[in-house]
């Protein structure tokens, strides 16, 4: 009678273990399905908010609103989340080297600190590069544009101020 009452305590235990177990795994599987859904709904959010950018950035490009140089560097720092790191440079290699060309000119505070005449040599020197890269940029603006869309209440300001306008 002891040794049968041990066996039916021992598998008792065993049954409540596993039991445990599975409740426990059913936990690890609901809070790993859970965490899937919602880093696939951030993911889908950020991806959305990188497109409207690229796009109002391209749009703002195509009707003048930024200068080129200006709207590479902000389109770069995106298409790099976008894609992986500067792989997004084979799409877009004009963006990415007036980038390159541009990214060491001093800007915003810093651009205070530089005397006057280093200055306007810099911004002589910008516009040189932004003019023989304007066909390409404004190209690749446009395929931008044709990617991602028109912004919300811009359609039709490309055509206002189009392309080749001042």
Known sequence: ???????????????????????????????????????????AETEADLATSLAIIAD??????LNLSEGAIRLKVLLDHWY?????????PAIYRLFL???TMPRGEQRDTYPTREIRR??????MLEVSARDDILREAAALQERFGV???????AQVRPAGSA
């Open 84 to 92: 992986s790191p500067a792989s997004g440079q084979s799409d877009y």
């Open 60 to 65: 703002s490009l195509l009707t003048r609103e």
């Open 1 to 43: 009678m002891g040794l049968t009452l041990l066996l039916v305590a021992a598998g008792a235990v065993l049954v409540a273990l596993a039991a445990y177990a599975a409740w426990l795994w059913w936990r690890v599987a609901s809070q790993k399905r859970e965490r899937d859904t919602h880093n696939a709904g951030v993911l």
């Open 151 to 157: 912004p919300d209440g811009r359609a039709g300001l």
């Open 101 to 103: 060309l541009t990214s």
């Open 122 to 127: 810099l911004d002589r020197e910008r516009e």
